[in-house]
């Protein structure tokens, strides 16, 4: 009840202002001007002028004019953008009618100049001292991907810890799970983001672009960003008067992925915007140049989504909705004597072979490329409701969004009962961020405001690891920035609460229904769970600047601390952790981590070169990670837990079939620990050649827990040095029949990970003995690999010049090369013994080629 009159309150808030604002005397505010080429003669019609903050945009006519109308006061970065241009963005302030011209110099490199993420204006990328990737339409257009995070998996500095191609979490700087915080549609993603084999509920065909901020994000969004954040941001309103729409086809050869998208919107003379999407995604299982079909790598996405809003002098509003669905299959490896891939079946007459009464089969050709999942298997559902608003109060402004999320989770792991879900995780959050942002005064600008999350989350599956829970999460924060002639500065302070309670569960012990939750005091039962009430607090800041030695020559210095609760699983774990063998423990008196870094860049931003080299250095106090324990669990707690069985001959215990003396147990405990490393990115596009662009990134780090032996200090999925270079040419008009032409050529190479995470053999029960491949290659240095790539693609027209549509062919992993990447969690799965030497695990996806057609709807043409 108490968040409902919150929620009700900040409505009657929120709808006060406007009417407030339009009652003060104020006449109307519009920026307008004239776009042109760089000779100051050429106008461009059809570039794009668009205010970040206001969310509104407007683009030039036939002359080159632009207008934007029904403003509010106050001082906004402005982009302008066609395709063909080099993007500018300029800091304006509007009162009354402002004449504003901008000259674009051509070029084919695109590179967003705004960054939102992590400020609470939009600024200029050249003047923000936190390192921030941006990744353009452009880029996805011209690469494929088959999930929301593959499409920047080669980003400086990011990578992604994979599960098959449905299933990838963001890395950023070595670190990853609840320490990257995730923004979809401006706000926070609420789910699960602890588990292994969870990841982002977001449809890849919602993202217009990334912006990802590597290091500490804690300063703007609190918990869960201290190693960075990456925002999901959606298209841009249309122009007033303007209703366009586009239709995607993409079709992928190595896993017979099919997209289909369809999207339409506008924005009519009056401020009312309006979008619509809904498109699915389905692919069978990949193959590789070794196995053949990685079976059950197979997935479907169903996804829609809304939005309506209003513009207007005060402000804007607008209401957003989605729904994403995915229905993907989870690889166990399971092979047969032969190295053949197996899966589990369940035939009702079937005797019992213990432990488990299914057996495993090979898969008919059908079978390996079916769209259909088999067990094991997920299936997950997550709902958002957003309402965003940004009010004029004189010439500042009041932002606030607002959003609820229903997460569900499940997955069924039991081939005899398929439609029942081990795993369940339903939840349900709310979320908020109101801010002031004060008017600007000089080169200052200031804004204070508070953010915060409720989630609430019931285990209704079978396998209970960790209790239902809740938890409130409130902060309060300040930033400021000053520019003074070339240097602009930028910081601020931050305070934040959390409260997290774990609820008291029990579950059955009897023999014929292990790890069912029943309640407490259930004859058969044993508590699982004890009820808890957490409390954690912690400080965040930053401080950095910016320095422009010349217009295209600049350097930037950040330190920046961030902070982040214990999530469920590090306070409330208690069973066997799914998909491996160990017992966890969580501990809900750990401390929450704090971690301080710095960083330091260089970048040259001319008309001929962008190039950026940054480095720094993240030390992390209280590092929550799973100690292992020298004590067992009595054999009773095991069999609660999934440790079934004892070997008739030799009385050891038995999980799978898998033999162990004793349940490895793991409890979360803190420690220290420090990251450092650095990227590089170049592209070269000279303007006396300008069918000619080079580019080229690298990314590097390195780093582990302190104090502690050899055999522990490295962390899982840090990624190895990544080195990845292009030759693209752009060969712009053919005939009459296509534009902006271009042919790609690229490779990407990833060195051989030598620090290796050393307790994957544990955790997943292998041994010297009765698994040696498997076990060898998880105590020893994944090899690297180098792979090669090319695209070609344009924009086709019709013949009245019109464009009909986009069309792009990339070829990944041209020369169909076998690799296994380190971040994949396939790397040490069953061996093929078949094979001299032993080739383990399941390898990653081999030659594939993509062709994506665009096709634009205006109904204006």
């Given amino acids: 009840m108490k968040y409902l009159k919150l929620f009700s309150f900040a409505i009657a808030l929120i709808f006060s202002v406007p009417a407030f604002a339009q009652n003060a005397p104020d006449a109307t505010n519009q920026l307008t001007?004239?776009?042109?080429?760089?000779?100051?003669?050429?106008?461009?019609?059809?570039?794009?002028?668009?205010?970040?903050?206001?969310?509104?945009?407007?683009?030039?006519?036939?002359?080159?004019?632009?207008?934007?109308?029904?403003?509010?006061?106050?001082?906004?970065?402005?982009?302008?953008?066609?395709?063909?241009?080099?993007?500018?963005?300029?800091?304006?302030?509007?009162?009354?009618?402002?004449?504003?011209d901008f000259t674009l110099v051509e070029s084919e490199f695109q590179e967003d100049e705004v960054v939102i993420t992590g400020n609470s204006k939009a600024s200029e990328a050249q003047h923000n001292p936190q390192p921030t990737t941006d990744v353009t339409n452009e880029y996805l257009?011209?690469?494929?991907?088959?999930?929301?995070?593959?499409?920047?998996?080669?980003?400086?500095?990011?990578?992604?810890?994979?599960?098959?191609?449905?299933?990838?979490?963001?890395?950023?700087?070595?670190?990853?799970?609840?320490?990257?915080?995730?923004?979809?549609?401006?706000?926070?993603?609420?789910?699960?983001?602890?588990?292994?084999?969870?990841?982002?509920?977001?449809?890849?065909?919602?993202?217009?672009?990334?912006?990802?901020?590597?290091?500490?994000?804690?300063?703007?969004?609190?918990?869960?960003?201290?190693?960075?954040?990456?925002?999901?941001?959606?298209?841009?309103?249309?122009?007033?008067?303007?209703?366009?729409?586009?239709?995607?086809?993409?079709?992928?050869?190595?896993?017979?992925?099919?997209?289909?998208?369809?999207?339409?919107?506008?924005?009519?003379?009056?401020?009312?915007?309006?979008s619509a999407r809904v498109d699915n995604i389905m692919a069978h299982a990949y193959q590789d140049p070794y196995d053949g079909y990685a079976l059950n790598t197979q997935f479907s996405d169903l996804n829609t989504d809304g939005t309506i809003g209003i513009h207007k002098k005060w402000g804007y509003s607008q209401f957003h909705a989605s729904y994403f669905d995915m229905h993907t299959g989870i690889v166990d490896g399971t092979r047969d004597s032969a190295g053949n891939q197996l899966r589990a079946v369940y035939y009702p007459n079937l005797t019992p072979t213990p432990p488990f009464p299914f057996t495993y089969v090979e898969p008919t050709a059908q079978e390996q490329q079916s769209y259909t999942p088999f067990v094991i298997d997920q299936r997950i559902q997550h709902y958002k409701l957003v309402w965003d608003n940004s009010l004029a109060v004189g010439s500042g402004q009041i932002k606030a969004i607002f959003s609820y999320q229903k997460n569900q989770r499940q997955e069924a792991n039991d081939p005899t009962n398929p439609n029942i879900p081990d795993i369940y995780y339903y939840s349900n959050a709310a979320t908020y961020d109101v801010r002031y942002v004060a008017p600007a005064i000089g080169g200052f600008n200031f804004s204070?405001?508070?953010?915060?999350?409720?989630?609430?989350?019931?285990?209704?599956?079978?396998?209970?690891?960790?209790?239902?829970?809740?938890?409130t999460s409130v902060g309060g924060f300040a930033i400021a920035s000053q520019k003074i002639g070339r240097l602009n500065l930028s910081g601020g302070l931050r305070y934040d609460m959390r409260t997290f309670t774990g609820d008291a569960g029990s579950v059955d012990t009897l023999p014929n229904a292990p790890q069912v939750p029943v309640p407490a005091g259930t004859y058969g039962s044993l508590p699982e769970f004890n009820a808890f009430t957490s409390h954690f607090s912690g400080m965040s800041g930053s401080f950095g600047g910016t320095y422009d030695f010349?217009?295209?020559?600049?350097?930037?210095?950040?330190?920046?601390?961030?902070?982040?609760?214990?999530?469920v699983n590090e306070c409330g774990a208690d069973g066997v952790h799914d998909g491996t063998v160990v017992y966890e423990i969580g501990d809900n008196n750990i401390k929450p981590e704090t971690n301080v870094e710095e960083d330091v860049a260089f970048g040259i931003n001319s008309k001929d070169v962008n190039f950026e080299v940054d480095g720094f250095v993240n030390t992390i106090s209280n590092f929550i990670y799973a100690q292992g324990l020298l004590s067992k669990l009595p054999f009773s707690v095991l069999q609660a837990e999934g440790f079934t069985n004892r070997d008739s001959t030799s009385n050891l215990l038995s999980v799978g079939g898998t033999l162990f003396p004793n349940a490895p147990v793991f409890k979360y405990v803190n420690g220290n620990a420090q990251m450092e490393g650095g990227e590089m990115s170049l592209d070269i596009h000279p303007s006396g050649l300008k069918w000619l662009e080079l580019n080229s990134t690298v990314s590097y780090v390195t780093g582990g827990l302190q104090g502690v032996a050899d055999s522990v200090k490295y962390l899982p999925f840090v990624p190895p040095m990544r080195i990845t270079g292009d030759i693209i040419i752009h060969i712009g008009k053919i005939a009459k029949f296509m534009k902006d032409a271009?042919?790609?050529?690229?490779?990407?190479?990833?060195?051989?990970?030598?620090?290796?995470?050393?307790?994957?053999?544990?955790y997943t029960g292998l041994s010297s003995t009765s698994t040696p491949a498997e076990y060898a290659a998880s105590t020893s240095a994944e090899a690297g690999y180098t792979l090669y790539n090319a695209g070609l693609g344009g924009h086709i027209l019709k013949s009245n010049g019109h464009e009909f549509c986009q069309l792009y062919i990339i070829c990944n992993n041209l020369m169909n090369t076998p690799y296994m990447d380190y971040m994949s969690r396939f790397k040490?799965?069953?061996?093929?013994?078949?094979?001299?030497?032993?080739?383990?695990?399941?390898?990653?996806?081999g030659r594939n080629v993509s062709i994506k057609m665009i096709i634009p709807i205006d109904f204006k043409s």
């Fill in 828 to 845: 040490y799965y069953p061996a093929n013994y078949t094979t001299n030497p032993a080739r383990v695990g399941v390898y990653n996806m």
């Fill in 448 to 471: 204070v405001g508070g953010n915060g999350v409720y989630q609430i989350s019931q285990s209704l599956g079978t396998v209970q690891l960790i209790p239902n829970y809740n938890y």
């Fill in 550 to 567: 010349t217009h295209a020559v600049y350097m930037k210095a950040n330190i920046a601390q961030g902070w982040r609760a214990p999530n």
């Fill in 141 to 274: 257009n011209e690469h494929s991907s088959t999930n929301v995070i593959d499409a920047i998996a080669a980003t400086p500095g990011v990578s992604a810890m994979t599960d098959g191609q449905s299933i990838a979490k963001p890395m950023i700087r070595g670190l990853g799970y609840n320490r990257v915080l995730t923004i979809n549609d401006g706000v926070e993603q609420v789910d699960q983001p602890w588990f292994d084999e969870f990841g982002i509920e977001a449809d890849p065909d919602a993202v217009d672009r990334y912006e990802i901020l590597k290091g500490p994000g804690s300063l703007a969004y609190g918990s869960d960003a201290i190693s960075g954040v990456l925002n999901l941001i959606p298209e841009e309103p249309l122009p007033a008067g303007q209703m366009q729409g586009k239709v995607l086809f993409n079709y992928q050869t190595n896993n017979g992925l099919i997209n289909n998208m369809a999207q339409l919107g506008g924005t009519s003379m009056n401020g009312i915007s309006w």
């Fill in 742 to 762: 271009y042919i790609r050529f690229g490779f990407m190479n990833v060195a051989q990970q030598n620090d290796v995470y050393l307790q994957t053999a544990t």
């Fill in 33 to 100: 001007g004239k776009v042109t080429d760089a000779d100051g003669k050429t106008t461009l019609p059809g570039a794009v002028v668009y205010v970040p903050d206001l969310k509104v945009a407007a683009q030039t006519n036939a002359d080159g004019v632009y207008l934007l109308n029904n403003l509010p006061k106050g001082v906004f970065v402005v982009e302008v953008h066609i395709l063909g241009y080099k993007v500018v963005s300029e800091r304006i302030k509007i009162e009354g009618t402002v004449t504003k």
